[in-house]
């Protein structure tokens, strides 16, 4: 009977440290990998074990083709073979497309084995001093500047009427005006945390309310980044 193992990979490819020992016998135990993306993935995988023989495995890339990606782990199972799901950053399933393949091993009811690792959206949360008992992880925010601006207020009434967590994301490059426009959109008292870089030698993790942020000069233009909000 086929398993599947969730393999969680580095957030910064430097901290390889983050990654507990026994993912390697996990991987060591499958035939085949679907990862976000093969080449980062086999360089971190030489990365964490040179005992890997990275062309023993099947390999299978995850995208936006769905079905197609289906009928291949679907025959994968059929065959027996235990297979490893591994994102481009962090724990598959968690903000990541291999989630549709997690489903469908859920279907089939074979033994999904989710594997300890870093994820940026519970690091964050976990350095945010915010509320870690009642939070909401919403993703990407609208690119659309009225949509973002509603969205993000509708954020902040959700949290003051929950006393909640939102988190949230943004292609790093637009980092800069989803900042902005937080500082412009959201009350004074609301505290906004920026977690940048984690795990790396450079990472950055501050909570601030948006007036003290409006006080700081900030860039994190084509970083990482978790931002999280609660309303004051």
């Given at each position: 009977?086929?398993?599947?193992?969730?393999?969680?990979?580095?957030?910064?490819?430097?901290?390889?440290?983050?990654?507990?020992?026994?993912?390697?016998?996990?991987?060591?135990?499958?035939?085949?990998?679907?990862?976000?993306?093969?080449?980062?993935?086999?360089?971190?995988?030489?990365?964490?074990?040179?005992?890997?023989?990275?062309?023993?495995?099947?390999?299978?890339?995850?995208?936006?083709?769905?079905?197609?990606?289906?009928?291949?782990?679907?025959?994968?199972?059929?065959?027996?073979?235990?297979?490893?799901?591994?994102?481009?950053?962090?724990?598959?399933?968690?903000?990541?497309?291999?989630?549709?393949?997690?489903?469908?091993?859920?279907?089939?009811?074979?033994?999904?084995?989710?594997?300890?690792?870093?994820?940026?959206?519970l690091l964050a949360l976990m350095a945010s001093g915010m509320n870690g008992q009642q939070f909401e992880f919403v993703g990407y925010l609208p690119?659309?500047?009225?949509?973002?601006?509603?969205?993000?207020?509708?954020?902040?009434?959700?949290?003051?009427?929950?006393?909640?967590?939102?988190?949230?994301?943004?292609?790093?490059?637009?980092?800069?005006?989803?900042?902005?426009?937080?500082?412009?959109?959201?009350?004074?008292?609301?505290?906004?945390?920026?977690?940048?870089?984690?795990?790396?030698?450079?990472?950055?993790?501050?909570?601030?309310?948006?007036?003290?942020?409006?006080?700081?000069?900030?860039?994190?233009?084509?970083?990482?980044?978790?931002?999280?909000?609660?309303?004051?």
């Amino acid at each position: 009977m086929s398993k599947v193992y969730l393999v969680p990979s580095v957030l910064d490819e430097l901290a390889t440290q983050t990654i507990p020992t026994y993912l390697i016998d996990a991987v060591k135990d499958c035939q085949v990998i679907f990862a976000e993306n093969e080449r980062t993935t086999r360089r971190f995988l030489k990365s964490i074990c040179k005992d890997i023989v990275i062309d023993n495995f099947e390999w299978f890339t995850i995208h936006k083709a769905e079905e197609e990606q289906k009928i291949s782990f679907r025959q994968k199972i059929k065959e027996g073979k235990n297979i490893a799901i591994i994102s481009e950053a962090g724990c598959p399933g968690i903000a990541d497309p291999g989630q549709i393949l997690i489903e469908l091993a859920q279907q089939l009811n074979i033994t999904v084995k989710p594997l300890v690792g870093p994820s940026s959206i519970l690091l964050a949360l976990m350095a945010s001093g915010m509320n870690g008992q009642q939070f909401e992880f919403v993703g990407y925010l609208p690119i659309d500047n009225n949509e973002r601006i509603k969205t993000i207020k509708e954020m902040e009434t959700t949290s003051a009427k929950k006393n909640s967590t939102e988190i949230f994301i943004e292609t790093p490059y637009r980092n800069n005006q989803l900042i902005e426009t937080l500082l412009k959109t959201c009350k004074a008292t609301t505290r906004i945390c920026i977690a940048a870089e984690l795990t790396s030698i450079n990472e950055f993790v501050k909570t601030k309310t948006v007036a003290d942020w409006q006080k700081e000069k900030i860039d994190f233009h084509k970083k990482p980044v978790i931002f999280l909000l609660q309303a004051g």
